[in-house]
């Protein structure tokens, strides 16, 4: 199986910034799309930005501009550089990612893994 775990999250005054951190481990073999999804109380999880193995990458319009999303290959992990944070962007953040894991004897198997989730808090 793979594991994601997050890291980063905190709490920030409104125009600052911070990073937050993914590293999926496990027996990977390939990783298709990795991404930041975050939900809000009483909201529904909503895409925040994704990148695919190839570096093209896709942001919530709410975040253009602000946020950037970039991985490492090598080392299977992605980042979420958030800048001139709001107060609206006061949720938990959770990383995703799909793709193939050596399953031994059942060879290659997909899989699409969710982190457990980082909260980032931004006061006015």
């Known amino acids: 199986q793979v594991q994601l775990v997050e890291s980063g999250g905190g709490l920030m005054t409104a125009g600052g910034s911070l990073r937050l951190s993914c590293a999926a481990s496990?027996?990977?073999?390939?990783?298709?799309?990795m991404g930041w999804y975050r939900q809000a109380p009483g909201k529904e999880r909503e895409l925040v930005a994704v990148i695919t193995s190839g570096s093209t990458t896709n942001y919530a319009d709410s975040v253009k501009g602000r946020f950037t999303i970039s991985r490492d290959n090598a080392k299977n992990t992605v980042n979420l550089q958030m800048n001139n944070l709001k107060p609206v962007d006061t949720a938990d953040y959770y990383c995703?990612?799909?793709?193939?894991?050596?399953?031994?004897?059942?060879?290659?198997?997909?899989?699409?893994?969710w982190g457990q989730g980082t909260l980032v808090t931004v006061s006015s």
């Open positions: 496990g027996r990977v073999l390939t990783i298709n799309r």
């Open positions: 995703n990612a799909d793709g193939t894991y050596f399953a031994g004897i059942s060879g290659r198997r997909p899989f699409d893994a």
